[in-house]
């Protein structure tokens, strides 16, 4: 089956076909990483601007290896240092950036709906890299990609994604596509971190974390903003901490020896996650990196593709 | 100048008359209903056989911008956009710039409105001062200028003891309080009701609760204070409860709905369209069948646009930082023929009394009736008309819209004010 989208917007649109056609070119391009000359000709001639309007280190840095590696021209745009601080608005910025013909415009924005608005007005493709609390899919691509090499498939896999499912673009991404794949998934939180509903995008829900990660083969923690705290959605740190942070001493007790500790980062080290659990034998954590650019790689190989690129 | 409007099907709520007559205007005035009336020398000849003769109707919760927001809608434009929507009079919203909580600001939109309006404009004053929420407007004399009714719409008075001064000091003029019932705290930071959508968007939602509490609380104080309090767009199933069991229980609260939380829910904000964003938000199927009943069993006693223009650069954005709000007065009456009266949810003549007969009666109005000596407003329908909504040709100055490219069976084919036909070119 081939690619005919011209854009990555989210994984609520993608059929499982797509997802694991996605998956499997990113596995075959793994292998460039422990290349000795890490580049290969595939986009030769095409271009890529990375259109940051938030702040990231790892899905920023990671496109802009991935279209590298692909030999790519890859422009890095941010917010600051450009004509957004003189006011000029973002849907003229993105047009105006389109009208240099770029193959492909990766887009992080804080609003929801920010990719989809981009795809609508320019006709090159779009690749959402995280929009508001909406989705962030080429995460949850790698955080497949990561999955089935570690467990060698995903049929009948449980996942407990913990934490802020309510604010979290990747708790949204992670459901449709596990859900997609035959996987389910059990959402843990708060409740007031918990969106409504949320069942009815085929998530299981639980408020305590001993219960979710009991039966498990994958825990995904997420990352705690600080500004929940003043929102009143929870009453401290310390309390989060000491109820919700996965602990060595939780897991022993009450997760399976083989379950994968995940984490999209940035990890709030001591919060949501122990240290001895990040840099721990069950986390996967940095697995999750390295196979974003390889992720990051397909996607973009995909979508030039599509537009007549000359294929890997 | 005299107008006979010949063979209509002419429904007049306030008379319960649904018949066959002919409607002769003179002076500006209903002159008499029969049939086969003799034409007087001199008379305008309109043969409405096959149409809808009814009494004017009333668009009692409008945004015509002006003063201060003249880009989006002029007192010019918006009443042109109302003459062609079928509408004989609307009321303006205080939330100009300067805000209408002062005679001056009031005289200012009569005086504009005497010379540019195409149809009749009830200005609405402010509550508090600047919209503030924190100290009354000069409700003495905003009453005195003209206002017909006393509102902070878009924004909720959130001070329960001011709004109950509001409340008693205006009892003496005759004039309702209309209530933006929206507890702003619930609502902060919200683009969308909160529900199955906003959840899978990720984008913040408020919850049906923030319209409930304060609706709740609105009618607590009208008992309280004896005050009628009017709820605005009213766009949830516990409105209509609230307001309902309020009724029952003798207390003075009426209701509108708008168009568009008729006949829209949530889902339509899956299209990421700026142009389905609006407060209150767009609720839920089962918010959308509470809505109707309370329309169809007086509940809700009359249906208004909120027509709220702003332009595209307000709208072509992020969805998060998009105004609030959509143009209503030229899809409105089509809107509503279309898919609750000719689907069988609404009887006709329901549609008819909740925009004329209602607002007339629940704003101490002239019109909503067709009584011998009445204003000559009119509106004629056509019930057969087949119209797509073409943004590009509203003469509403913008055109933000989720209706474009709708395909309507029925709507306004004839405006008349105060007995002169209000013809607008069309575009």
């Given amino acids: 089956m081939g690619w005919t989208r011209k854009d990555l917007l989210s994984m609520r649109e993608l059929d499982a076909g797509e997802i694991t056609l996605l998956v499997d070119t990113a596995a075959s391009l793994q292998e460039i990483a422990s290349r000795d000359i890490k580049k290969v000709p595939a ?59 770029p193959d492909v415009v990766v887009v992080r924005h804080s609003s929801a709906g920010a990719a989809d608005l981009l795809a609508r007005e320019l006709p090159c493709s779009i690749v959402n890299a995280g929009d508001g609390a909406h989705e ?97 959605l929870i009453p401290s740190l310390r309390e989060y901490a000491r109820f919700w942070g996965l602990t060595l001493d939780k897991l022993a007790r009450h997760a399976r020896p083989d379950v994968l500790i995940m984490h999209p980062g940035p990890v709030n080290r001591g919060i949501e996650l122990a240290p001895e659990v990040a840099d721990g034998p069950y986390s996967v954590i940095l697995d999750q990196v390295s196979r974003g650019v390889a992720v990051r790689m397909g996607v973009l190989l995909l979508l030039a593709g599509h537009k007549g690129g000359d294929g890997a | 100048m005299s107008l006979l409007i010949r063979s209509g099907r002419v429904i007049d709520p306030a008379n319960n008359v649904d018949a066959v007559q002919d409607v002769l205007i003179e002076h500006g005035k209903i002159s008499r209903l029969g049939r086969h009336l003799e034409a007087p020398a001199d008379v305008e000849v309109v043969d409405a056989k096959g149409k809808i003769v009814c009494p004017g109707f009333i668009d009692m919760h409008v945004h015509l911008r002006e003063p201060g927001q003249e880009y989006k809608e002029t007192v010019a434009t918006g009443t042109r956009a109302a003459a062609a929507g079928g509408f004989t009079a609307v009321c303006c919203m205080a939330n100009t710039s300067p805000v209408n909580d002062n005679g001056a600001v009031t005289d200012y939109i009569l005086a504009k409105a005497k010379v540019e309006g195409l149809v009749r404009v009830y200005p609405i004053g402010a509550v508090t001062r600047n919209l503030r929420g924190e100290e ?193 007065l030229e899809t409105a009456v089509a809107v509503v023929l279309d898919r609750l009266v000719r689907s069988g949810h609404l009887p006709l003549a329901t549609l008819i009394a909740r925009w004329s007969r209602d607002p007339a009666r629940l704003l101490n109005l002239p019109g909503g009736t067709l009584s011998a000596g009445a204003p000559a407003d009119v509106t004629v329908l056509d019930l057969d008309a087949e119209t797509t909504v073409e943004p590009a040709r509203f003469h509403s100055r913008s055109r933000n819209t989720p209706f474009g490219g709708w395909q309507l069976r029925g709507g306004p084919w004839m405006t008349v004010v105060g007995g002169t036909i209000a013809r607008v070119a069309p575009r």
């Fill in chain 1, 43 to 101: 986009l030769r001639g095409k271009t890529v601007v990375n259109l940051f309007y938030e702040s990231s280190t790892r899905t920023r840095t990671s496109f802009e290896i991935a279209g590298k590696w692909l030999s790519a021209d890859v422009i890095n745009f941010s917010a600051s240092g450009s004509s957004t601080t003189k006011g000029e608005s973002f849907i003229d910025t993105a047009k105006n950036i389109a009208a240099m013909s």
């Fill in chain 1, 136 to 232: 962030h899919p080429t995460q949850a691509l790698l955080d497949l990609l990561t999955i089935r090499e570690k467990k060698g498939h995903f049929d009948g896999l449980h996942v407990a994604i913990v934490g802020d499912i309510a604010h979290s673009r990747v708790a949204r991404s992670d459901i449709h596509g596990m859900r997609k794949l035959g996987m389910t998934v059990t959402v843990a939180g708060p409740p007031t971190l918990i969106p409504p509903f949320v069942q009815e995008l085929g998530a299981k829900v639980s408020y305590r974390l001993e219960d979710a990660i009991g039966d498990v083969d994958v825990i995904m923690m997420l990352r705690l903003q600080q500004e929940r705290m003043t929102a009143g």
């Fill in chain 2, 136 to 328: 009354l407007a000069e409700l003495a004399e905003l009453a005195e200028s003209g206002c017909v009714a006393f509102s902070d719409d878009g924004r909720c008075v959130m001070n329960a003891e001011l709004y109950r001064r509001a409340m008693e000091y205006t009892l003496p003029f005759g004039a309702p309080i209309i209530s933006h019932a929206e507890d702003s705290a619930l609502s902060a930071g919200a683009s969308i009701n909160e529900g199955v959508v906003s959840t899978e968007l990720g984008l913040p939602g408020q919850p049906a609760a923030a319209e409930d509490v304060m609706v709740a609380r609105d009618i607590l104080l009208a008992e309280l204070t004896g005050a009628h309090v009017h709820i605005a767009h009213a766009s949830t199933a516990g409105t209509v409860r609230l307001v309902r069991d309020a009724k029952a229980r003798g207390i003075r609260v009426t209701a509108e709905v708008t168009p568009h939380h008729l006949v829209l829910t949530e889902d339509a904000v899956r299209s990421w369209d700026a142009n389905t964003k609006m407060a209150p938000p767009l609720r839920t199927k089962r918010d959308v069948e509470a809505l109707i009943e309370g329309l169809v069993d007086g509940t809700i006693d009359c249906i208004a646009t909120d027509h709220a223009p702003h332009a595209l650069s307000e709208k072509e954005g992020e969805f998060d930082r998009a105004a609030f709000g959509i143009v209503g």
